[in-house]
């Protein structure tokens, strides 16, 4: 037995010492396996051919590669379905600018006449994204209805989705811009108002915000002749605004403070 232990001993320095010369030291650990062409053998000679292969047995710590986006809209879709609304919102801003070309993109901000150089399965896909984690709350298309409901009147627009807040201390109905980004809701709960989200208006004004309203990928059908006669009776209504003050037009003497589109 002990003559035995000594060839075991002997055998492992053996090996020891072949290896140590074929294979330089290498920081990268791994775990070296016997195989012989014998398996059913316990014990082993110098006559058995020996080979070693890396084990892929190595204790390393598993690596998570981080996700590549595949279309233009997978980086909102990541923060809307995390609810992180406020930076999705920051993206939405950032797709409209690439979408609307590169012109768009060195300027870094879109005029409303611009908007139409969307494609209209883009901006669907926004508002498609938007309103499928909100639960039908937010989103391009929900904001057109209510804008439809007050006449699309912008002011009216304004204080039905929460972007313009009720001065309490007032004995009358004044009303003052949120300041951005703090005094915006971006959290999905009860209190939240409909069509809050996302703030596009923020970007160039109301005009900017109509032409995504008046896009194609947002009138149905039997809207095209109004958008005619609308289009008229707004070129009508702004000259008579600037001397009113501006477009929000009757309702201004209702509010508190100056439009702030900086955000």
């Given amino acids: 037995m002990a003559t035995n232990s000594f060839k075991s001993i002997h055998h492992h320095h053996t090996l020891r010492r072949r290896h140590s010369i074929d294979c330089p030291f290498s920081s990268s650990s791994f775990f070296l396996k016997p195989i012989t062409k014998n398996p059913s053998s316990t014990s082993f000679s110098n006559h058995n051919l020996i080979t070693f292969s890396l084990s892929s047995t190595t ?18 879709e990541q923060h809307l379905s995390a609810q992180d609304f406020r930076q999705a919102d920051e993206e939405t801003r950032r797709l409209l600018i690439v979408l609307a070309g590169e012109a768009v993109v060195k300027r870094g901000y879109v005029f409303f006449s611009e908007v139409q150089f969307i494609q209209e399965s883009d901006l669907k896909e926004i508002d ?22 007050v006449n699309r009147d912008f002011t009216s627009f304004f204080i039905k989705v929460g972007w313009m807040k009720k001065l309490e201390s007032s004995e009358v109905d004044q009303y003052n811009y949120r300041a951005f980004p703090n005094e915006f809701i971006w959290e999905l709960n009860e209190e939240t108002p409909e069509g809050h989200l996302p703030l596009t208006n923020a970007l160039r004004g109301t005009q900017l915000l109509s032409s995504i309203f008046t896009h194609p990928a947002f009138v149905e059908e039997g809207e095209e002749e109004k958008e005619e006669e609308k289009q008229g009776s707004i070129s009508g209504e702004d000259k008579g605004s600037v001397k009113k003050g501006g477009l929000l037009g009757g309702l201004r003497s209702k509010l508190f403070g100056k439009p702030d589109y900086s955000f």
């Fill in 59 to 76: 204790r390393t710590t598993p690596t998570t590669t981080p996700t590549t986006p595949t279309t233009p809209f997978d980086v909102l």
């Fill in 128 to 149: 498609s994204l938007w309103r499928k984690y909100s639960d039908n709350k937010f989103g391009y298309s929900v904001q057109k209805k209510i804008w439809n409901k």
